[in-house]
């Protein structure tokens, strides 16, 4: 898996005996470079954006970076920055975010992403959608041919009531491209319960085993069902996507 179409790229070489953790923190680490003192960041969710959430505070410690503003993007990414002091606040009091960093499911050669298999996708999707620049950090499993393509879930965000009733509807939309449907669940202690997002809503993913074409089309159609809140592909919202490799880091620009 490549990316085959990147406007602009540069990349530098990692020893190549490392884990998949060890990728997400470089290819982190390589966007809190990006982090200017003074900025509104962006906190994102996940395995990957764990790691520049870390290493913010590390340099807010260390002196390095000064009077940075947080917004994180879900309560478990507030739980982290707050015990590691990182000054926080929200998008009620500050509407525009300087830079958003955060990690991905699938990116597609055009740097369109599936995101929210944590479940964080609405918090994500409004925070990285006020922001002025959007660093994508992946390691290099995440590339992918066309959005659904890795098989895994492409998530949509539903209420509560007749979710069942929304999960078919969903269904019937994409049949052409073969899509099945399944309730996540919670893996949180609670087996079998079905998993509630931090507002309090259901994610119903979506498998495909075709591609689904027209991506914009896709997301227009799936918003404007009722019941659905929102959905996990991010078209077009991506500034760079850093990229870590076995043989190295790329930093593909927009
Ligand atoms: C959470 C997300 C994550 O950013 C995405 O799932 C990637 O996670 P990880 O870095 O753990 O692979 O969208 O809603």
Redesign the pocket.
């Given at each position: 898996q490549t990316l085959m179409m990147a406007p602009s790229s540069s990349s530098s070489t990692a020893p190549s005996s490392l884990t998949q953790d060890d990728l997400?923190k470089i290819a982190a680490y390589k966007a809190v470079e990006f982090v200017r003192s003074g900025m509104v960041v962006g906190l994102?969710?996940?395995?990957?954006?764990r790691h520049a959430v870390d290493r913010i505070a590390e340099l807010l410690d260390q002196g390095e970076l000064r009077d940075i503003i947080g917004i994180p993007t879900s309560s478990t990414t507030h739980e982290q920055a707050l015990a590691l002091g990182i000054p926080l606040s929200d998008l009620d009091s500050h509407p525009v975010v300087d830079l958003a960093i955060?990690?991905?499911?699938e990116v597609d050669p055009f740097l369109n992403l599936v995101?929210?298999?944590?479940?964080?996708?609405l918090r994500?999707k409004m925070v990285e959608g006020a922001c002025k620049e959007f660093v994508v950090i992946v390691d290099e499993s995440k590339l992918v041919d066309y959005l659904g393509g890795s098989l895994l879930a492409m998530p949509v965000e539903v209420i509560k009531f007749c979710w069942k009733f929304s999960a078919e509807r969903l269904r019937a939309l994409f049949e052409y491209a073969g899509c099945t449907t399944r309730l996540r669940l919670s893996g949180d202690g609670k087996e079998g319960e079905p998993y509630v997002t931090d507002n309090g809503n259901y994610v119903v993913d979506l498998y495909f085993k075709r591609e689904i074409g027209d991506l914009s089309a896709a997301s227009d159609a799936i918003l404007r069902l009722a019941g659905v809140v929102e959905h996990g592909m991010f078209l077009k919202m991506a500034s760079t996507v850093i990229v870590a490799g076995k043989h190295g880091v790329r930093v593909i620009n927009r």
């Open positions: 997400k994102g969710t996940g395995s990957t954006a955060d990690g991905a499911d995101k929210g298999r944590g479940g964080s996708l994500e």
